[in-house]
């Protein structure tokens, strides 16, 4: 099975608009962050998010918040007032931190992405 | 510019030659990672370097791949008798931390192999 399942390819949405961009995950660690990434056409990885599996509150970073929801093991990040240079692949990336068995977690899963297109 | 820095960033070779990516991560950081993406994927982890020692290794570093971080500063990555499979962008991320991190990664902006 997936670890990290983003179901839309490509997305659509107005300048000035908010959109949603869906992220499922499959752990059954009780320990885990999650990620999101962003992907310009230039190729760096830009860190966008981030919210740990014992934070009680969504995380949001100016323009962007993550919808955390555990019980559901999703993870969607919500843009808000979108422009034009949001256009890009967007990633979300797991991080497993595998406390039973002593080992710190060193890598993180990503998903497929999004591609995330803005209109004017 | 201070961030992580790839190259050569592009990188043309026939099937069969040997290849060498070097990654300079952000002077302070002690992780390093080397991430392999290719088209339609998302990045696959192939292996991690804390300060000089590899600690861990994807089952995807096959053993034509060998990666080193001498001195705990670059690291390289070489891919020996490259195949066509090879192609790929390769991507290094380096960060700051201790035990289970919680920093983001800093990537740098690839090094993009074909393989003819």
């Known amino acids: 099975a997936q670890k990290i399942t983003q179901t839309q390819p490509g997305m659509f949405v107005q300048e000035k608009e908010a959109v949603t961009l869906d992220c499922t995950y499959d752990?059954?660690?009780?320990?885990?962050?999650l990620f999101w990434y962003k992907q310009p056409s230039s190729g760096e990885m830009i860190f966008l998010i981030y919210?740990?599996?014992?934070?009680?509150q969504n995380a949001t970073e100016g323009r962007y918040s993550l919808n955390f929801q555990k019980a559901r093991k999703s993870a969607n990040l919500v843009i808000s007032a979108s422009q034009l240079g949001d256009s890009a692949m967007y990633f979300c990336?797991?991080?497993?931190?595998?406390?039973?068995?002593?080992?710190?977690?060193?890598?993180?899963?990503f998903g497929k992405g999004t591609k995330l297109s803005v209109i004017p | 510019d201070t961030g992580v820095s790839q190259n050569p960033r592009h990188k043309i070779t026939k099937r069969g030659q040997n290849v060498t990516f070097r990654c300079d991560p952000i002077?302070?950081?002690?992780?390093l990672y080397w991430y392999r993406q290719t088209l339609g994927q998302g990045p696959e982890f192939l292996t991690y370097?804390?300060?000089?020692?590899?600690?861990?290794k994807s089952r995807l570093l096959s053993d034509r791949f060998s990666a080193e971080r001498p001195k705990g500063s670059f690291s390289t990555l070489e891919i020996q008798r490259t195949e066509q499979g090879d192609s790929a962008m390769y991507l290094c991320?380096?960060?700051?931390?201790?035990?289970?991190?919680?920093?983001?990664?800093?990537f740098g902006e690839g090094s993009r192999l074909t393989v003819l």
């Open positions: 991320a380096s960060t700051l931390g201790q035990g289970f991190y919680t920093g983001e990664l800093f």
């Open positions: 752990t059954s660690d009780q320990s885990y962050g």
């Open positions: 919210q740990g599996s014992y934070d009680e």
């Open positions: 990336a797991m991080r497993e931190d595998l406390v039973d068995s002593g080992a710190g977690s060193y890598q993180l899963t």
């Open positions: 002077s302070e950081h002690n992780r």
């Open positions: 370097f804390q300060n000089e020692a590899q600690l861990e």
